[in-house]
């Protein structure tokens, strides 16, 4: 094993993901995804695209963007351990934003929905942890974004008042 897959073992038994996976399980869901770099600035995925990849952050950050014409709007940042892509990749509707790498070096697993495919079948038990990951996932998101709108609401508006 490389040192690189020994990196990616540490990393991942941190995440929600491998809670219950053993390290020879996360091992295993590894061979079903590829590391691809991005330069800062670097799109990842853009705007419309159907999602047809899920993408683990291992190292840097990456930004979401919203252009509705007038320029970019950051809209959200990813960290290192963060899922990203989730939405597209499940509902296969076009993404809503542009994902860029905010740092040069800026490493990303990908699990293609090829790779997918091929898990759900070889290891459903590991597909379904994949799964229940990106369901806290998007909770996370649903409820930052939630948080932001009673913020913003609040500014808005004035407490209390609507």
């Known amino acids: 094993m490389t040192s690189d897959k020994i990196n990616l073992v540490d990393l991942l038994k941190q995440q929600r993901l491998c809670d219950s996976l053993t390290v020879k399980e996360v091992q295993l869901f590894l061979d079903y995804t590829e590391i691809l770099t991005y330069k800062k600035n670097e799109v990842i995925a853009d705007i419309g695209e159907i999602g047809d990849s899920l993408f683990f952050l291992i190292q840097g950050e990456a930004g979401l963007f919203h252009d509705a ?7 959200g940042t990813i960290h290192e351990g963060e899922l990203m892509g989730e939405m597209s990749f499940f509902d296969m509707e076009p993404r809503s934003v542009r994902m860029k790498a905010l740092n040069n070096n800026t490493k990303l697993l990908t699990l293609s929905r090829k790779m997918y495919t091929r898990l759900r079948v070889e290891h459903p038990y590991i597909a379904v942890n994949l799964l229940e990951h990106a369901i806290v996932s998007l909770d996370h998101l649903f409820r930052r974004v939630s948080s932001d709108v009673a913020t913003f609401s ?5 407490k209390g008042k609507r």
Not at 154 to 158: A, F, I, R, S
């Open 69 to 75: 014409g007038a320029g970019e709007t950051v809209v």
């Open 154 to 158: 609040t500014y808005l508006y004035g």
